[in-house]
Structures are given as structure tokens and as C-alpha cells.
């Protein structure tokens, strides 16, 4: 069992490159999420989605773009990168609460995308 | 803005000491307290978590602590071990699309 694959694993690009993150889950989580990690600040989230086809901005959008067209997989994209980007970029997932499962249910991470932007 | 707020932001303790890390929260909304454990090129992965319904909660040598009234909350683990050696990260969210907002990250270090 895999849990959360995110490819690539490391990247350099230089200012203004394109790139899509890669995101791949093999738990039938509902929901998945972006975030970046950045020195003393902890994790923030770019952008969520609440399922196959559909994904909203969460606190730092700026700068990217996602999409959600299979329910496993959740792909973060840089349109015209910058060096503010440079970051450790972590793809979440998780199940929903329901009727099933009616409390929060845990985030499982995967390992990162270290991304340097030159 | 940071909605929640954690300290310190490094810790050394002796092996069998207690280690405490507490954050401030101020968005009445949370409902849902875990702590995360990050190693080393590795994701953080949940630990422990509590809902403000209880003051306290317990696995093992992991114990959050609540305190509702002052939108504060801490994880103390007893026994400390080089292995706990690691970022921690408390994080709150509500409910719905379980955003998670975290705090900015303790690096504990547990000297042999």
C-alpha cells in the first residue's frame, strides 16, 4: 500500500519555466489538498478539493493552478514560476466526514516535492 | 495572519525529561486539534488529536492538553526518547473541508 506518491521528488527551474506536480493516492480519499512549507511558517495550503472534478482555493493560490480529473490523483501547476516558489511542497489526502466516518479524519502526507527556483 | 501560534521554536531536551510545546488559537470556529510528526524528508504524519470537548487525551507517552476558555492547547511527552527527535507541528481546522491551519513548527531535539 502506497499511501501518497508525489512525483517528482526534487526539481530545479529556472524563473518564468512551467511545471506540473504530480499527486497520487491509493486510499479512495475524498478529499485532497496542496500545501508549501516554508522556513518558520509552518505548512499553508494552496489549493483543496472535495472531489473528483472539483477544487477550490485555500490560502496561498497565487501562482498556481490545480486540477482534480480522476479521484486519485491531484496535480499542482506553476504557470510562469518565481523564486518565491522555491518550497517543499506537500500533496495531502483524506476521507470525508459522513455518515460513516462523522469525525475529522486525519490528513496522510506524502514525502514532498522539494522545488528550487533559479 | 497566523491563526495559530506555536512555541517554541526549537527545544532540547534530556533523554526521560518532558517536552512541551504549546499553541495559541484564535479562531473560535476549530473544532479539531492533532499534532503532527515530521522527520527529515519525510511528511508529516498525524500523531495525537482532540476535539474542545475534552481538557485532555492520552496515547502512550503523548498527552494534549486543552484549555478551552483560553484557546490554548499543548502536547507534553513524557519520557522523552531520541527517536522523538523530530518537527512538530500543531495544526486546528473545522469542519466540512477539514482545511488544516497549521502553527509554525517546533524542532525538538532529545539529547541521549
Known amino acids: 500500500n502506497a499511501g501518497v506518491t508525489q512525483t517528482p521528488k526534487f526539481r530545479v527551474l529556472k524563473t518564468g519555466q512551467s511545471m506540473t506536480l504530480l499527486c497520487a493516492q491509493d486510499m479512495n480519499h475524498e478529499y485532497m489538498y496542496w500545501y508549501r512549507q516554508d522556513p518558520g511558517m509552518g505548512l499553508r495550503l494552496i489549493h483543496y478539493?472535495?472531489?473528483?472534478?472539483?477544487?477550490a482555493k485555500g490560502e496561498v493560490p497565487d501562482g498556481y493552478n490545480v486540477s482534480r480529473l480522476k479521484k486519485q490523483n491531484f496535480l499542482l501547476g506553476l504557470e510562469s514560476a518565481a523564486p518565491s516558489q522555491t518550497s517543499v511542497y506537500f500533496c495531502a489526502s483524506s476521507y470525508r466526514i459522513g455518515q460513516a466516518t462523522p469525525s475529522n479524519q486525519p490528513q496522510h502526507f506524502g514525502d514532498g516535492t522539494r522545488l528550487s527556483i533559479l | 495572519q497566523q491563526q495559530v501560534k506555536q512555541s517554541p521554536q526549537s527545544l532540547i531536551v534530556q533523554k526521560g525529561g518532558i517536552s512541551i510545546i504549546n499553541c495559541a488559537y484564535e479562531n473560535t470556529a476549530f473544532d479539531y486539534f492533532p499534532w503532527y510528526q515530521q522527520f527529515p524528508g519525510k511528511g508529516p504524519a498525524l500523531l495525537i488529536a482532540i476535539r474542545p470537548d475534552v481538557s485532555e487525551k492520552k496515547e502512550g507517552r503523548f498527552t494534549i492538553s486543552f484549555n478551552k476558555s483560553a484557546k490554548q492547547f499543548s502536547l507534553h511527552i513524557m519520557d522523552s526518547q531520541p527517536g522523538d527527535s523530530a518537527t512538530y507541528f500543531c495544526?486546528?481546522?473545522?469542519?466540512?473541508?477539514?482545511?488544516?491551519?497549521f502553527g509554525q513548527g517546533t524542532r525538538l531535539t532529545i539529547n541521549p
Open positions: 478539493s472535495v472531489g473528483e472534478g472539483t477544487t
Open positions: 495544526a486546528a481546522s473545522t469542519r466540512g473541508a477539514q482545511k488544516l491551519v
